[in-house]
C-alpha cells in the first residue's frame, strides 16, 4: 500500500493563528475604547493559545519534513502569518503606550489640582472667624 502522508496539524495551525489574529484585533479595539476587563480577558486568552501554537506548529513542521516538498514556500507562508500578528502586537502596543499617556497627563492633571485645593484649604483655614469674649 502506497500511500501519501496526510497532513492533519497544518490546518489546525492556521486556523490558530487565525484565532490569535481575532483576539489581537479584539484586544486593540479594547484598548483603543479603554475597556480593559476585554483587553485583559484577550491577553489571557493569547497565553492559553501561544503553547497550543507552538505545538502544532512542531507537529505541523514535522508532517511537512515527512510530506518533503514545498518546505520553504510553507515555511514561507507561516513566517508572512507570524509577521502580520507581530505587526497587530506592536499597533496594540502602540494604542497601549497611548492609553497610558493620556492617564499619565489625567493624573498628573489631578494630582495639580489637589494641590490647589490644598493650597486654597490652608488659605482659608488660617483665617479665622473673629469670636467676641464678652458682651457689654
Known sequence: MNSAPTVTAEPALFEAYEEWRQIIEAAGAAIRAGNWSVAS????????????????????????????????????KLHAIVSGLIELELQNNSFLASAKQSARNHLDQLSRARQNLKRVHRSYSSVRPTTWNSFS
Request: hydrophobic content about 30%; some cysteine.
Open 41 to 76: 480577558d484577550c491577553h489571557k486568552r493569547i497565553s492559553v493559545l501561544q503553547p497550543r501554537i507552538t505545538r502544532l506548529t512542531n507537529e505541523t513542521r514535522q508532517e511537512w519534513q515527512r510530506a518533503g516538498a514545498g518546505l520553504s514556500v510553507k515555511e514561507r
